[in-house]
């Protein structure tokens, strides 16, 4: 089966202006994402994740390499590939609804249609009420439910997630990611989620993909074979299996930690 | 980042609080206290100006008196000239102010989104808005003779620098992350200009607005002086050279109030609109 999405020797040099030095943040990165998998991105900081989630949505073009998806080569951004970003980017003269129906506003869906869309995402994500507020009335994780919301909405058929849920508290986080997985489960969707949280990254993901140390590259994919009716925080934490995987990727993040300090060591010897 | 919501530089302002009296006689009451406290400066200032004539007794024709004042102010606005000179001063203010506002606008953004030329006209705009309105009038007067465009031009040149350079940095404080957002929807560079940029950039475009069209008017009473072909600037001028200098007083009396009224009434209620209902200032 041809992957929905393919990241192809991916090389990505960006300037940083404070240093005066060109940053390599991925050299010669590959990865296949098939239709319908939710992928995680875990890995050190600085390692290019969310780069590389930007280079998808087509927000920025890479030094070499290339990415296609459904086979054409990315070149711009598209409402193939919506994106939800860490700090949530909703419109603050927008309402929840109007933020929320926005992407079906761009793709001149009619009136009814979109109204009757809007209407089902406001219940999904528990807004009913507040369809006419503006986000600076609403609470954080709120918002960033609108921001999923919006993103949904849109029915993109890749949904590029960074770190999404970082700033909310950790109750509100836990909903989220309960509500994602079921949310994955309804509607079938190739999702890539960039997160810090190996937790986070087991619970939501089909297969977990730890990332290297700058420049990033692949250190290793894990199939996550928990089954979606389990992912639920109340009884994760007993399931033998996430434990093993926590164990395995956080030795992996660790062992990088590890390797750069060595790196920055040998530099500063 | 202590508030999550807000992917740029502006904090999250509190609710807008509304105490709201209750009932018709108390909003009469209310409304009656504002005034008050919005005319009483004004009526300590005429009471002292009349103390000050009172006792210096001072000729008329040097510091009138604020009763002359006031039969001034009557008089030209029985005869009818109050009326015609202060229509033209607004005829001229509102055309300058609309073509200039448009103007302004659309420079600024063409600064805000172009680095490249923001960098290239930024010295000169400087360098240009360092000189008033009023340095140019030979200059335009030489250009255009003494004609309601020499005016026009005068306040232009004066309205269109601050409405552009606060269009231009409304711009650029809209955070890219909402170009982004709106950009991964689909959204096309039209709509990223008119659904991104334009409404992000409101609350700097209105306070430019509002800034521009006071330094507008000022130049239009200075230009009106220059020009000599009617407007309030005119007839507090013509009034000098009959010594009618009661006549002075009461024409920028009416430069004042026509001026605070629109402040008041217009721009301002506009800024807040739009800042308030978007929550996009903190206050």
Known sequence: MRAKISVEQIVHEYFNPSTW???????GFSLDVPDGEFVCLVGPSGCGKSTLLYLIAGLTRPTGGRILVDGREVVRPGRDRGMVFQEFAILPWR?????????????QTPRRAKEETVRR??????????????PHELSGGMRQRVAVARTLAADPEVVLMDEPFASLDAQTRNVMQEELVRIALHERKTIVFVTHSVDEAIILGDRVVVLTGRPGRVKASLPIEIPRERRRWDVLGAEERFVRYRQEILRMIREEFDSQERAAEAVRA | ???????????????PVRTLPRGRAASAAGAAAAAAQMLAPFVLFTAGWALVVGVTRWPEDVLPSPFAVARAFG??????????????????????????????????FVMGLHDWIAALLNPPLRFFQSLSGIAWLPLFLIWFGFSDKTIVVAVWYTLVFPVAFNTMLGVRTVPRLYRYAVLTLGGTWRQIVFQVLLPGAIPYIVGGVRLGIAYGWRALIAAEIVVGSGGLGYLIFKAETFHLTARIIAGMTAIGILWYLTDYFLLRPLEEATIERWGLVYR
Not at chain 1, 95 to 107: C, K, M, S
């Open chain 2, 75 to 108: 008089e030209v606005f029985a005869k009818g000239i109050l009326v015609v000179y202060a229509g033209e001063t607004i005829r001229r203010i509102v055309l300058a102010a609309v073509t200039g506002v448009a103007i302004g606008i659309a420079a600024g």
């Open chain 2, 1 to 15: 980042m202590t508030d999550p919501g807000r992917a740029g530089p502006r904090p999250a302002p509190p609710l």
């Open chain 1, 21 to 27: 030095q060109r940053v390599r943040a991925l050299d």
């Open chain 1, 121 to 134: 995402y406001v219940a999904l994500m528990g807004l009913s009420g507040f369809e006419h507020k503006y």
């Open chain 1, 95 to 107: 309402t929840v609804e109007g933020n929320i129906g926005h992407g079906l506003e761009i793709a």
